[in-house]
């Protein structure tokens, strides 16, 4: 069974930096996409950066620039380091795995990851 905990949440002020981790076990994919999403209240889930086992990786325009997706040494950890975080970027924040290498938007898009972890709330104050 797929298990996904993702950490390193919390609140900062406007302008901080955050990374968060998302480590992942259960699966023997040979070719995997590992993904962040977010969701703030009253808003749809939204992607916001994702990798592939071949390192290829995909951000949000929203992102691009502040934040940046990275894969650990251990296998199947991926950490998002968050900087110059705006009040917007408030969330809670979900990683997702598929055992597929997605390319294109279909890296961002929330229907093709089939694994999902608990989330980790982000708040981000002015």
């Known amino acids: 069974q797929v298990h996904l905990v993702e950490s390193g949440g919390g609140s900062v002020q406007s302008g901080g930096s955050l990374t968060l981790s998302c480590a992942a076990s259960g699966f023997t994919y040979s070719r995997t996409s590992i993904a962040w999403f977010r969701q703030a209240p009253g808003k749809e889930r939204e992607g916001v950066a994702a990798?592939?086992?071949?390192?290829?990786?995909a951000y949000a325009d929203s992102v691009q620039g502040r934040f940046t997706i990275s894969k650990g040494n251990a296998e199947n950890t991926v950490y998002l380091q968050m900087n110059s975080l705006k009040p917007e970027d408030t969330a809670m924040y979900f990683c997702a795995v598929d055992s597929a290498i997605w390319v294109g938007p279909f890296k961002l898009t929330s229907f093709k990851y089939r694994n999902w972890g608990q989330g980790t709330q982000v708040t981000v104050s002015s």
């Open positions: 990798i592939g086992s071949d390192r290829t990786t």
